[in-house]
Every structure is written in structure tokens, then in C-alpha cells.
């Protein structure tokens, strides 16, 4: 492949917010230069609230991810499963393989294996599982396979067990840090509202300067 030739990337996130925070500032980057970015939430975040649930959650979740593509200039899909259940089964694997057949994916991301939060771990298990049969071109012959595998990469992670996260590759993101704030400003029901996930479960951290309660996570 030519180095002048945009690529193609795909970064799978357990939840509406995932891909957000862990590659937001890296897709701003990647955008820059041309390349085509899709984030993919595995499930419609349809839990994560201390005073909304269920379907109006999902579909305010659904509609802050669309921001944040907006700002980032990607494409955003929310896969309809809840929160919480996501199994890693063959019905699951088999849409993981259809999403990164059909964007020609020339990268993928996802999370380690290890998390502490299922969905997370079996988002990591499901692209895992995928990855030897992406180029099996009489497995799922109704989408065509790849030419060849893609490079996987996992986000960075705090993990230990059973192994510490080691980074092959660090990107520096401070030239588009403005960027990724502003996407995290676009997912008020994440970080912002006093009864979202984070604004409960991190009032014992300091706000940073700005009144945020964030981990920025790349
Ligand atoms: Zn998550």
C-alpha cells in the first residue's frame, strides 16, 4: 500500500462514550490526514444513568455520539443491544466480522480482555474472535472478505492482570486537545449531569480546572 493511500479505521467501544475517550484525539489526527475513521459502540449505554433509563437514555446516548462524529468528522454507529448484556456469542462475532469486512478496516481497535466491566471484556473477546476468519472468503460469503488482516490495536488501559499494558504506539495529542474536550463536552449524560454515571461516581475527585470530572485516557 502506498503511504499516500487514506486509510481505513474501525474502533469498537462497549459503550457510547468508549471509543470517545479512548481514541477521540487520535481520530481528530487521523481525520486531518485524510484517513476514514468509524467508531462502533457495542451496546446503546441504556444504563449508565442515575435518573433516566431504558429507551430515552439510548437514544440521548445515540444523539451525543452523533455530535461528537460531527466534531470529529467520522462516521458513529450504536449497535441496539443493552447495556450490560453484551454476550460474546457466534450471533455478536458474526456482526463484528460483517462491521469490519464492510469498512474495508485497514486498522481495528478495541479493548483489552481484562477489564473489570464485562462489556468492555467481551467487546476485546468479540474483535479478538473475529480477527482469523476476516479473511475466511467462504465464511460469511454474503460480505465479502478482506485481502488481508487488518493491524489490531488495543487502547491503552490500567489494568495489571494478568498482564500491565505495554504501548507499541503513543500518540501525542496535545495539537488537538481542544478537540477532544470538545468532545467530551458533547456527552453531558456520561460526564456532565450531576446524576450521569461519572458526575455521581466521581464527586470525590477534585474538577479539573474547567469543572470537568474526566479521565482525558489517550
Ligand atoms: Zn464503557
Known amino acids: 500500500m502506498s503511504s499516500q493511500?487514506?486509510?481505513r479505521i474501525l474502533a469498537f467501544g462497549a459503550h457510547p462514550d468508549d471509543c470517545e475517550?479512548?481514541?477521540?484525539?487520535?481520530?481528530?489526527?487521523?481525520?486531518?490526514?485524510?484517513?476514514?475513521?468509524?467508531?462502533?459502540?457495542m451496546t446503546?449505554?441504556?444504563?449508565?444513568?442515575?435518573?433516566?433509563f431504558g429507551a430515552e437514555?439510548?437514544?440521548i446516548r445515540k444523539a451525543e455520539v452523533e455530535q461528537c462524529a460531527r466534531i470529529l468528522g467520522i462516521t458513529t454507529e450504536v449497535l441496539d443491544i443493552n447495556d450490560g448484556e453484551l454476550?460474546?456469542?457466534?450471533?455478536?462475532?458474526?456482526t463484528v466480522i460483517r462491521l469490519i469486512r464492510e469498512w474495508r478496516a485497514d486498522i481495528v481497535l478495541c479493548h483489552r480482555t481484562n477489564d473489570y466491566h464485562p462489556d468492555h471484556r467481551y467487546t476485546g473477546r468479540l474483535v479478538q474472535d473475529s480477527a482469523v476468519l476476516l479473511v475466511a472468503k467462504f465464511y460469511m460469503?454474503?460480505?465479502?472478505?478482506?485481502?488481508?488482516n487488518p493491524v489490531f490495536l488495543y487502547y491503552a488501559d490500567?489494568?495489571?492482570?494478568?498482564?500491565?499494558?505495554?504501548?507499541?504506539?503513543?500518540?501525542?495529542i496535545d495539537d488537538v486537545i481542544t478537540t477532544k474536550r470538545a468532545v467530551i463536552d458533547a456527552l453531558p449524560s456520561q460526564f456532565a449531569d450531576k446524576d450521569s454515571w461519572m458526575g455521581e461516581k466521581m464527586q470525590s475527585l477534585p474538577p479539573d480546572q474547567d469543572g470537568r470530572r474526566v479521565q482525558i485516557r489517550e
Open 87 to 94: 454476550e460474546p456469542n457466534l450471533s455478536n462475532r458474526k
Open 158 to 172: 490500567e489494568f495489571e492482570k494478568p498482564v500491565p499494558f505495554a504501548p507499541t504506539v503513543t500518540v501525542a
Open 141 to 148: 460469503p454474503e460480505v465479502p472478505a478482506l485481502d488481508r
Open 57 to 59: 437514555l439510548a437514544a
Open 5 to 7: 493511500q487514506p486509510l
Open 21 to 41: 475517550l479512548c481514541v477521540g484525539g487520535t481520530a481528530a489526527k487521523w481525520v486531518q490526514q485524510g484517513h476514514a475513521v468509524k467508531f462502533v459502540s
Open 44 to 52: 446503546n449505554g441504556n444504563v449508565g444513568h442515575f435518573t433516566k
